[in-house]
């Protein structure tokens, strides 16, 4: 298991799970924070059924992904949300070059991963990144004696009906290094909740079957009345955008 390494080889071990491309490919799809049928992973690598089920089951041996079976299926997801900690930081690791984009279909999709996605169970992206400023900016999250939730935070998110009672393990609040921004949004329980809420009250909807979300009308408003958050009507995310995002903010 990832959780047990301890040495060179184990570290090895590990890295060796995602050296593979399939490999790779499942778990970047399964950071949306949902649970995959091994279909649904071979559609996506473009793989074979059973190619994917090889790959699946290294990967469940590893301790990468853990499963259940429903019916006839089984359903994969990231071990943890510690595994998905550590398929992020990977994925943000600066590369020689980026990949060339060769048609519009891929540029909008691109676009759409870098405006606005689900990171495991929290948001990134530039959204990601703007409501971390703007907890910051509104006296919401402080980084005084380490990253935590201000008392005004812990009301602002009650007031949304967010109570975060039995944290367990995981941190209340973590920074996340987004690979897009260069910056960190929130993770930790708060960034799920947060996350969590903005699905349910209707303020982002996914796009397709991806990680990408895209913000609704009444996303825009929310996030204006609730953050002070102006959302890019263009959705670049360009480092502008980004900048007129914390100066609202900042203005509340």
Same mark, same amino acid.
């Given at each position: 298991?990832i959780?047990?390494?301890?040495g060179a080889?184990d570290?090895?071990a590990w890295?060796g799970?995602?050296a593979?491309?399939?490999?790779?490919?499942f778990?970047?799809?399964?950071?949306?924070g949902?649970?995959w049928?091994?279909g +649904?992973?071979?559609k996506?690598?473009?793989?074979?059924?059973s190619?994917?089920? +090889?790959?699946a089951?290294?990967?469940?041996?590893?301790?990468l992904l %853990?499963q259940r079976? $429903?019916?006839?299926h089984?359903?994969?997801?990231l071990?943890?949300? $510690?595994v998905a900690v550590?398929?992020?930081?990977v994925a943000?690791?600066?590369?020689? %070059?980026?990949?060339?984009?060769?048609?519009?279909?891929?540029?909008?999709?691109r676009?759409?991963?870098?405006?606005?996605?689900?990171c495991?169970d929290?948001?990134?992206?530039?959204?990601?990144? %703007?409501?971390?400023?703007?907890?910051a900016?509104n006296?919401?999250?402080?980084?005084?004696r380490g990253?935590?939730?201000?008392?005004?935070?812990?009301?602002?998110?009650?007031?949304?009906?967010?109570?975060?009672d039995?944290a367990?393990?995981r941190?209340?609040l973590?920074?996340?290094?987004?690979?897009?921004e260069?910056?960190?949004?929130l993770?930790?329980?708060?960034?799920? +909740?947060?996350?969590?809420?903005?699905? +349910?009250?209707?303020?982002?909807?996914?796009i397709?079957?991806g990680r %990408?979300v895209?913000v609704?009308?009444?996303g825009e408003?929310a996030?204006a009345? $609730?953050?002070?958050?102006?959302?890019?009507?263009?959705?670049t995310?360009?480092p502008?955008?980004a900048?007129?995002?914390l100066a609202?903010?900042?203005r509340?």
């Amino acid at each position: 298991m990832i959780g047990g390494m301890d040495g060179a080889e184990d570290l090895a071990a590990w890295a060796g799970l995602l050296a593979d491309r399939t490999r790779a490919s499942f778990c970047l799809a399964l950071l949306d924070g949902r649970a995959w049928t091994v279909g +649904e992973l071979a559609k996506h690598a473009g793989v074979a059924i059973s190619t994917a089920s +090889e790959h699946a089951d290294r990967l469940v041996r590893g301790g990468l992904l %853990a499963q259940r079976r $429903q019916g006839r299926h089984r359903y994969l997801q990231l071990a943890s949300p $510690q595994v998905a900690v550590l398929i992020e930081t990977v994925a943000s690791t600066p590369r020689r %070059a980026a990949p060339v984009v060769t048609t519009l279909a891929a540029a909008h999709k691109r676009q759409n991963l870098a405006f606005a996605r689900t990171c495991y169970d929290h948001l990134a992206g530039y959204l990601g990144v %703007a409501v971390a400023d703007a907890l910051a900016g509104n006296g919401f999250v402080t980084r005084t004696r380490g990253l935590a939730l201000t008392s005004r935070g812990i009301a602002w998110l009650g007031s949304l009906g967010v109570f975060l009672d039995g944290a367990g393990r995981r941190p209340v609040l973590r920074e996340c290094l987004d690979w897009t921004e260069r910056r960190s949004h929130l993770a930790g329980v708060a960034g799920a +909740e947060i996350c969590r809420h903005a699905f +349910e009250a209707g303020w982002i909807v996914r796009i397709g079957s991806g990680r %990408a979300v895209k913000v609704t009308a009444a996303g825009e408003e929310a996030f204006a009345e $609730q953050l002070g958050i102006v959302i890019d009507p263009a959705g670049t995310g360009s480092p502008g955008a980004a900048h007129a995002v914390l100066a609202a903010a900042r203005r509340r």
